[in-house]
């Protein structure tokens, strides 16, 4: 232990720093009346604990708002809250927030929770960023060194998008900690293809866009080197154990899924499908500048939300009125918006530029470990990325969270590529022959010593 806090020393001074700080914020963070939702469906932990066939889907039954969450979100962030409140000895919310109604009603409703029980909700996402951050350093270690962690880490802990996202009692702080076990999962998943079949379930089973990683999984699970013994038994065999791991975990977590799969099956896409074109057409009537009818403006939305748009409390102006002064509050504290201004994230977009050569680079290395790294996760970027521009069609910032892990990975990675680049061309003197070579240009007796 002690060898290992003196070689990372740094990390871990980074990591009680940036996490007292996180969890000391969580008060700071307007409320969201999704958190309602979630916290009224956290429920489902002990139905489904206690008798988990009651969750199954009837067809001969009438759809429930209740069952129809459990088609339409996935389940792990409600199960998570709902672990909690049981171990805090706290019940579910009574009923759940009520988009039609005022804030007020929606009080009287019992709709609101109770500040212990949206603190217990927020504790239960907010204690998976310090994993997240070790998860950012040991995917740093394996690519590139300790310079590419602690830079990942650091670039992770200041993005006003996960100071505040991240800080809810909702899905997003539970899906960038599992999009990192991913990435880290996809790094080992040749050698431990059940447990990347889990990792990838769980990101799966956090908000369904992960399954854009699911093919990448599998892809990592059976690259392995045609030249070793058995290599396509031991192909095949991966590929069993990681769709083992995927589908087991998914079929255990949902429940509805158990009496009747077909049914239940088609009847959540339906679901989903109606839940999607119910947001776009009310958004085309109340605010049609969040609707992106184009892949070229899903794709500069996309763009600004992660690297230039300040943090966004909410996605429509329901409550405006009575959120705007905590907002401003929040918006004044530290950390709120940092690297939201035109010059720093012009940097950082440079930055991910850089690390994506980078990376192409070490997708032609001779080195096979190191080739397989990065194009598993370039491919693994491009799609999730080409996912959400082709699949989001409103402009709601949470929605573009997965892409987090990804960009402060490869800013990172440019940011270090950049130093070290620097460092050889000064070490060999290129950088005193390539400025003599400019200057001969305009002074042919000019030397540079």
Same mark, same amino acid.
């Given at each position: 232990?002690?060898?290992?806090?003196?070689?990372?020393?740094?990390? &871990?001074?980074?990591?009680?720093?940036?996490?007292?700080?996180?969890?000391?914020?969580?008060?700071?963070?307007?409320?969201?009346?999704?958190?309602?939702?979630?916290?009224?469906?956290?429920?489902?932990?002990?139905?489904?604990?206690?008798?988990?066939?009651?969750?199954?889907?009837?067809?001969?039954?009438?759809?429930?708002?209740?069952?129809?969450?459990?088609?339409?979100?996935?389940?792990?962030?409600? $199960?998570?809250?709902?672990?909690?409140?049981?171990?805090?000895?706290?019940?579910?919310?009574?009923?759940?927030?009520?988009?039609?109604?005022?804030?007020?009603?929606?009080?009287?409703?019992?709709?609101?929770?109770?500040?212990?029980?949206?603190?217990?909700?927020?504790?239960?996402?907010?204690?998976?960023?310090?994993?997240?951050?070790?998860?950012?350093?040991?995917?740093?270690?394996?690519?590139?060194?300790?310079?590419?962690?602690?830079?990942?880490?650091?670039?992770?802990?200041?993005?006003?998008?996960?100071?505040?996202?991240?800080?809810?009692?909702?899905?997003?702080?539970?899906?960038?900690?599992?999009?990192?076990?991913?990435?880290?999962?996809? %790094?080992?998943?040749?050698?431990?293809?059940?447990?990347?079949?889990?990792?990838?379930?769980?990101?799966?089973?956090? +908000?369904?866009?992960?399954?854009?990683?699911?093919?990448?999984?599998?892809?990592?699970?059976?690259?392995?080197?045609?030249?070793?013994?058995?290599? $396509?038994?031991?192909?095949?065999?991966?590929?069993?154990? $990681?769709?083992?791991?995927?589908?087991?975990?998914?079929?255990?977590?949902?429940?509805?899924?158990?009496?009747?799969?077909?049914?239940?099956?088609?009847?959540?896409?339906?679901?989903?499908?109606?839940?999607?074109?119910?947001? #776009?057409?009310?958004?085309?009537?109340?605010?049609?500048?969040?609707?992106?009818?184009?892949?070229?403006?899903?794709?500069?939305?996309?763009?600004?939300?992660?690297?230039?748009?300040?943090?966004?409390?909410?996605?429509?102006?329901?409550? &405006?009125?009575?959120?705007?002064?905590?907002?401003?509050? $929040?918006?004044?504290?530290?950390?709120? +918006?940092?690297?939201?201004?035109?010059?720093?994230?012009?940097?950082?977009?440079?930055?991910?530029? %850089?690390?994506?050569?980078?990376?192409?680079?070490?997708?032609?290395? +001779?080195? =096979?470990?190191?080739?397989?790294?990065?194009?598993?996760? %370039?491919?693994?970027?491009?799609?999730?990325?080409?996912?959400?521009?082709?699949?989001?069609?409103?402009?709601?910032?949470?929605?573009?969270?997965?892409?987090?892990?990804?960009?402060?990975?490869?800013?990172?990675?440019?940011?270090?590529?950049? #130093?070290?680049?620097?460092?050889?061309?000064?070490?060999?003197?290129?950088?005193?022959?390539?400025?003599? =070579?400019?200057?001969? =240009?305009?002074?042919?007796?000019?030397? &540079?010593?």
């Amino acid at each position: 232990m002690r060898a290992i806090l003196r070689r990372h020393w740094l990390f &871990v001074l980074l990591l009680c720093g940036t996490s007292i700080f996180f969890i000391a914020g969580i008060g700071k963070v307007p409320f969201h009346p999704d958190e309602s939702t979630f916290l009224y469906m956290s429920g489902e932990f002990e139905r489904a604990t206690s008798n988990p066939f009651d969750l199954a889907w009837d067809k001969s039954a009438s759809l429930t708002p209740v069952m129809r969450y459990r088609m339409i979100d996935a389940p792990l962030t409600r $199960y998570l809250v709902g672990f909690s409140l049981a171990i805090f000895e706290l019940p579910a919310l009574e009923n759940d927030w009520d988009w039609s109604i005022s804030w007020q009603n929606n009080l009287e409703s019992g709709a609101f929770p109770e500040s212990r029980t949206l603190l217990v909700g927020r504790l239960t996402v907010a204690s998976l960023f310090p994993l997240s951050l070790i998860l950012l350093y040991l995917i740093g270690l394996k690519l590139n060194g300790r310079m590419l962690g602690i830079a990942a880490v650091v670039i992770f802990s200041l993005n006003p998008l996960i100071l505040l996202h991240t800080r809810r009692a909702m899905a997003e702080g539970v899906l960038v900690f599992a999009v990192l076990l991913v990435l880290y999962a996809l %790094l080992h998943a040749n050698q431990y293809p059940f447990l990347a079949g889990l990792a990838v379930g769980l990101a799966f089973n956090t +908000k369904h866009s992960a399954g854009l990683l699911v093919p990448f999984g599998l892809l990592a699970a059976c690259w392995i080197s045609l030249s070793i013994p058995n290599a $396509y038994r031991r192909i095949a065999s991966n590929f069993v154990r $990681y769709s083992i791991g995927f589908g087991l975990l998914t079929l255990l977590l949902n429940p509805f899924l158990w009496r009747n799969p077909i049914d239940a099956l088609q009847t959540a896409l339906s679901q989903r499908q109606e839940l999607i074109e119910c947001q #776009i057409t009310d958004f085309e009537r109340i605010a049609p500048a969040q609707v992106l009818d184009s892949t070229g403006k899903r794709a500069a939305v996309a763009i600004a939300q992660v690297f230039i748009a300040p943090p966004l409390f909410s996605e429509t102006g329901n409550y &405006v009125e009575n959120t705007a002064e905590v907002e401003t509050a $929040y918006l004044e504290s530290f950390g709120s +918006k940092i690297g939201r201004q035109t010059w720093v994230a012009g940097l950082l977009i440079g930055f991910t530029l %850089l690390g994506l050569i980078a990376a192409a680079r070490s997708a032609r290395s +001779k080195d =096979q470990a190191q080739r397989r790294n990065a194009v598993i996760l %370039l491919l693994s970027f491009v799609s999730i990325s080409l996912g959400i521009v082709l699949l989001v069609h409103l402009a709601w910032q949470r929605y573009y969270l997965p892409l987090i892990p990804f960009t402060t990975i490869f800013s990172a990675l440019g940011f270090v590529w950049g #130093i070290k680049t620097s460092r050889e061309i000064i070490a060999h003197g290129r950088l005193s022959d390539r400025l003599s =070579q400019i200057l001969a =240009q305009f002074a042919p007796d000019s030397r &540079v010593s």
